[in-house]
């Protein structure tokens, strides 16, 4: 679960890194006010997940609240890279000395956790990895020992940060460390962590991505699940349970693991198809799981033909069978078809298809085969 | 003849009173694997189709044996059910649960692959020896005996393959789902060592996706370590783009991970890659001769 | 540091471990007003580091503030086993049905945390650790993973508790468990842990010692430092830093490094003598250290002779010296000294002394000569 | 001719500019041993008596190619000391520093342990080669070269038990100070294992004093594995009785702890035990022939 800028501060704030006074506002009367109450000089920062918003118009200071308002109402609404701008965040202004660059991740590859930082701080941090690898420190850490002081060292001093701020950028990466461990955190990325003028490590932006999978031990962050900025299927997908990202094709796919699923989605395209989505109904899907992912899958009309491809193991073909004419009865859909049904109770499963499917529904015994003729009656749809 | 379920397997299975547990427990005594304790706390003297249940792991191997577990519990219970059977003493764990807490898996990890026991999984299908011993949930009806090991992150897209191998009268030693979670027990490169030092094994399938650089890593080691040749698969040509874990994601990953770049390492390496599951049987065919 | 019961129960209520709801008391007055709030019955517990008090008389069940009053006053100045009573902790009365036992313990041998529990608690554990061994379930648990749900279920049900109590038992042993890491514990021992007839479980008594190297990142701890049961020699010795313990000689003995110093105290007795007491002035004496010492040894007047063992490592020899007439000169000794110096400085150590120490201070080349001057000298005062 | 400490060794000193690292840097580096480098945060660039001084443990020992490190640091940041070296990859680490808490010696330890570098200390003396070289604290005009091992919890007793030995013309191959912490990196087992497979070894001294079981351990292990004789003193007949840890405390220890079982062990595996420093040298003097 990816975090708004405005959602990372405030977990920030709750592990003792040091971020700029700031309040969320979804009109432009709302930042007026907040901007009142923090005072002075401030910035409006558009709140979406994606990178660039600042080249967009996406973030912008004002002197005073009325500024602020105005800012607002220009940033409120607008469509950044596909991202509708529905909150702003109001937060006090920082006078910039340095920019640093933060950052603890999930290393997948090392199965460690993996603690970035540098001086060169800002937008161009991937720019510096990739030209001046030396002037980004790069650590892992033991899951068991955990992150100790010598760590933070090392970074400081490889990283060449200024030796004033060593103490707190130090402070800054333990408590990083405690937060991405403490709250199951896949990325924490401070970008710039800044030094200002007056000598103080602050987080000016943060980037934070939650585990999916250990959401639910994390109240704190219920809240946090809503997201403004998704395609409608994708949403009752998520919102049912299913894992569905819509593409730009016209062969509707569903099948079950997502390995099979993006197996099928490749043989489509050598069959000369252009699969409409990637929709995995899960690898225990059951009846209930199957009328949902129709139900998403068949919300979009460009879809011309549906593939159906199910193996069974712990999906049971049956169950699957009973699912696709539960759905096609409730939803009346007459595109055409094709279902291929292989593994557990896979004769149970074709044979209730045969017995009592709408005569747009056909059974392929192969997955090739299935992808062609889906290939086919999509184009003879077309 | 297999790798790390054979006729040897004494299996405990953890969660065996759960309704998944009990099912799978049931159907891998069915198939002929010994399936001889399983593990359900406060359940001790109850039995599953026989199987006798104990309250603890180290209880039921004390009792039985048992060599091997399968842990069928919920995902926030998972990693205290592996650290349980890594205490226990069994050589081999197989973690079928899916949606453990990534974090957990990273203590479970490193404090497992300090010791000598070989985890399989989490959110795997397990491993299958056909004709001899299953412990997991595969459709066993797909696979048939034979001299080909597999090797897949991906559960649904082993059993395609598995078939497509079977219907072409290509029989398989041992398949193995080591599953796709970002932390997993065993590797690419943990099993196709084990099928290199099985003198039963003639050729290995190696069943990739997206994601990741584990099968950039095997590339390698397939050309440095290996004597026994293999033929791959990579899903996910037409994948969308997975999402970028930020500019740290983009510095760590590079340009590794799309099913391209790791088709072109494998090849790079002189390991042929299928473009579907039909054609993979196919070049395992060809290269058996 | 060994706790107080009633610090222990205030460290367990802060882990979440339920304990009786109770309040210290110095006087009986006090203990009555601790009573009528507490109300109901209660029980009146002395306060001491020794174990048998129950026995002793320090337990006594009040029905009411009256009789609470009474008991304090009985218990409060008591001896318990050479231990004053100074405070009493007065507690809710519990109606107990089964009585457990439950510790962790810091195995020096198998360097790991030791959890014991069984359901024969109660005063008579080491019997029937001794006699039932199968009663008292014992895990040792990994420092780096730490302490895991199964732990816990495998200790309850070898340990025979109740099925009603488990789940309970278990988060005890996992709070306990915490308490012993966050505090640096060396033993956290609760004994008995109660099953209520109402079906609580509750800690009845609390047996606590923190590492004393630990101590000062405990500021929580700072007020439990204070002791009430000491000998004043010991007490003086432990607020100026040096390890001494009284033994029952006239042989007083200096030494550096508990080694060394044991060491001494086994040559005194072989020579005949009998020790007066263990001094360990530290591995890195200085001469005010060295001046304390001789403070602490001087104020016991059953010494007769003094010997002064010191082989310098980090120790200075020419320091130790220089403490020693000072000290002497300050506090004008005039029994026998022996002095043996070896190791760093050891020349300029023995001139120093040769030159300007007064008559009563000899120096012997070797340990063991000097250990049977200082015998003799003993003797010959006596 | 020695163990863990020689003409090879090539020292880090950690805490160099503090008082007592300074000093004692350069005592072991006036007495022959190669100190290569030292560590202080913030003090890169600085020397001392010529000793260069960086900022982390790693960059000493890339620069230097440092292969054992001294802990010289205050208590609580010990741990973290210990970690830095152990990550830094150096083989031999030894730890000076006294008054380290329990706990972060209990991790430590357990993290060492699964490595495979080896901790001496903390709160120990060091080690010694006389004539060779020397890491810690020792005073070493006590030390002559020769071919008696020794091994000690106790700093002092160290110095007194060599000094005999060398006042009666035997020499030292090493002298280790293993420290007398509950928790320290080395025991009595891993050092006699080395002190036996020393060809410049031909007999060990074994000190030790009351206090846990390690003794009584280490004299199962001479008994079982040593073909090197060994002859031992332990301290602590007269001691005062150490405080019990709770009932946990005894049912733990059992009657082994004392000075008396500790000498009872050792005699019974037919090591010779000397009631006083003195003796102990006569009964090498003895064994030696």
Chains 1, 3 share one sequence.
């Not at chain 2, 491993?127 to 597999?150: C, D, E, K, Y």
């Not at chain 2, 065993?186 to 099993?191: A, G, K, V």
């Not at chain 2, 037409?238 to 072109?264: C, E, L, N, V, Y």
Request: glycine fraction near 12%.
């Amino acid at each position: 679960m990816d975090l708004y800028e405005y959602q990372g501060k405030q977990l920030f704030a709750t592990q003792g890194i040091p971020v700029p006074a700031g309040e969320v506002a979804v009109t432009p009367e709302e930042a007026r006010a907040a901007a009142e109450r923090i005072g002075g000089k401030v910035v409006v920062k558009a709140q979406v997940q994606v990178g660039g918003r600042g080249k967009a118009g996406g973030i912008k200071v004002a002197e005073n609240p009325d500024e602020a308002e105005a800012h607002a109402r220009a940033i409120l609404g607008m469509d950044i890279k596909g991202h509708v701008v529905h909150q702003v965040w109001i937060e006090a202004a920082s006078d910039i000395e340095r920019e640093y660059y933060a950052s603890i991740t999930f290393d997948r590859g090392e199965k460690k956790p993996l603690v970035m930082l540098s001086a060169a701080g800002g937008i161009d941090i991937e720019e510096v990895a990739a030209t001046r690898p030396e002037e980004l420190a790069r650590l892992h850490v033991d899951p068991l020992t955990g992150f100790q002081a010598h760590h933070g060292r090392w970074l400081a001093y490889h990283a060449n940060i200024d030796a004033v701020a060593i103490r707190d950028v130090v402070s800054v990466l333990e408590r990083l460390y405690a937060g991405f461990i403490s709250l199951d955190a896949m990325l924490m990325e401070i970008n710039p962590l800044i030094l200002t003028t007056d000598g103080r490590v602050i987080a000016l932006d943060a980037k934070v991505t939650i585990d999916g999978n250990s959401v639910g031990r994390h109240p704190e962050m219920a809240s946090f699940q809503e997201s403004g900025a998704e395609d409608p299927q994708e949403r009752m997908a998520r919102e049912r349970g299913v894992t569905y990202v819509k593409l730009d094709g016209d062969v509707g796919i569903l099948g079950n693991g997502a390995g099979l699923v993006m197996s099928t989605l490749d043989v489509v395209a050598l069959a000369g198809g252009r699969p409409a989505n990637f929709l995995d109904a899960g690898g225990g899907s059951k009846a209930d799981d199957v009328v949902t992912a129709l139900e998403v899958l068949l919300s979009d009309d460009k879809v011309k033909s549906l593939l159906v491809n199910i193996f069974g193991g712990i999906t049971r073909c049956d169950e699957v069978a009973e699912g696709l004419l539960t759905a096609l009865e409730r939803l009346g859909a007459t595109l055409p078809i094709v279902v291929r049904l292989d593994g557990t109770n896979e004769e149970e499963g074709r044979k209730i298809i045969a017995d009592r499917a709408p005569s747009n529904v056909v059974v392929e015994k192969t997955m090739l085969s299935a992808a062609r003729r889906a290939v086919e009656l999509a184009k003879e749809a077309a | 003849m297999s790798i790390l379920v054979d006729a040897s397997t004494r299996l405990v299975v953890q969660g065996i009173t759960g309704r998944e547990g009990a099912f799978h427990a049931t159907r891998n005594k069915a198939y002929g694997t010994n399936v001889v304790a399983g593990v359900t706390p406060g359940k001790a003297g109850q039995d599953v189709d026989g199987i006798p249940v104990f309250n603890t792991v180290r209880d039921a191997v004390e009792a039985t044996d048992a060599n091997t577990a399968m842990v069928f519990v919920p995902p926030r219970f998972a990693a205290d059910a592996i650290y349980e059977a890594i205490e226990s003493g069994v050589d081999l764990i197989t973690c079928i649960t899916e949606g453990i807490p990534a974090h957990d898996m990273l203590r479970v990890y490193t404090h497992l692959r300090r010791g000598p026991q070989t985890l399989v999984g989490p959110n795997c299908p397990g491993v299958i020896s056909p004709g001899i011993a299953t412990v997991g949930i595969m459709p066993t009806q797909v696979f048939t005996p034979g001299r080909v090991g597999l090797v897949s992150r991906s559960g649904t897209l082993t059993y395609q393959i598995s078939k497509e191998l079977s219907d072409m009268g290509i029989g398989q030693s041992t398949v193995v789902g080591i599953g796709g979670d970002p932390v997993v027990g065993s590797s690419f490169i943990d099993i196709l060592a084990r099928f290199d030092a099985d003198p039963d094994t003639d050729l290995v399938v190696m069943v990739g996706e997206i994601g990741g650089a584990e099968e950039e890593k095997a590339a390698d080691f397939i050309a440095e370590n290996m004597t026994t040749p293999v033929v791959a698969y990579i899903a996910g040509f037409q994948a969308p783009p997975g999402k970028q874990m930020g500019h740290a994601g983009a510095i760590i990953t590079g340009s590794s991970g799309t099913a391209q770049a790791k088709k072109d390492a494998l090849e790079a390496q002189g390991v042929r890659v299928g473009t579907n599951p039909t054609e993979v049987a196919e070049l395992v065919r060809e290269r058996l001769g």
